[in-house]
């Protein structure tokens, strides 16, 4: 049973930070993935930021430079700092945590919050 927990959504104007965290807990697997994934209205949800437990970090371009994100083993927390944010930015986040084990693949999420970037 794994659970993680997302806060630091809210409504902020073009231009400002906003830092999300996701606590996660339960049975996570040493070797994973962390990352935070948006979904904007009438949109696919997309990939904001992963990092490896490892520490390779992977960003699209549309956020390269913007946003970064970085893990805290110790409290399993992962957090996305998000600066000079634009309208094109609102959207769900989603934090998520995967994994591989003997063949098969272990993913979950958190419940989403709501990012909203005013002009």
């Known amino acids: 049973q794994v659970q993680l927990v997302e806060s630091g959504g809210g409504l902020v104007q073009a231009g400002g930070s906003l830092r999300l965290s996701c606590a996660a807990s339960?049975?996570?697997?040493?070797?994973?993935?962390m990352g935070w994934y948006r979904q904007a209205p009438g949109k696919q949800r997309e990939l904001v930021a992963a990092?490896?437990?490892?520490?390779?970090?992977n960003y699209p371009d549309s956020v390269k430079g913007r946003f970064i994100i970085s893990r805290d083993n110790a409290k399993n927390t992962v957090y996305l700092q998000m600066n000079s944010l634009k309208p094109e930015d609102t959207g769900v986040y989603y934090c998520?945590?995967?994994?591989?084990?003997?063949?098969?693949?272990?993913?979950?999420w958190g419940q989403g919050t709501q990012v909203t970037v005013s002009s």
């Open positions: 998520n945590v995967k994994w591989f084990l003997y063949g098969s693949t272990y993913e979950h």
């Open positions: 339960g049975s996570i697997f040493s070797t994973n993935t």
């Open positions: 990092m490896t437990s490892g520490g390779r970090t």
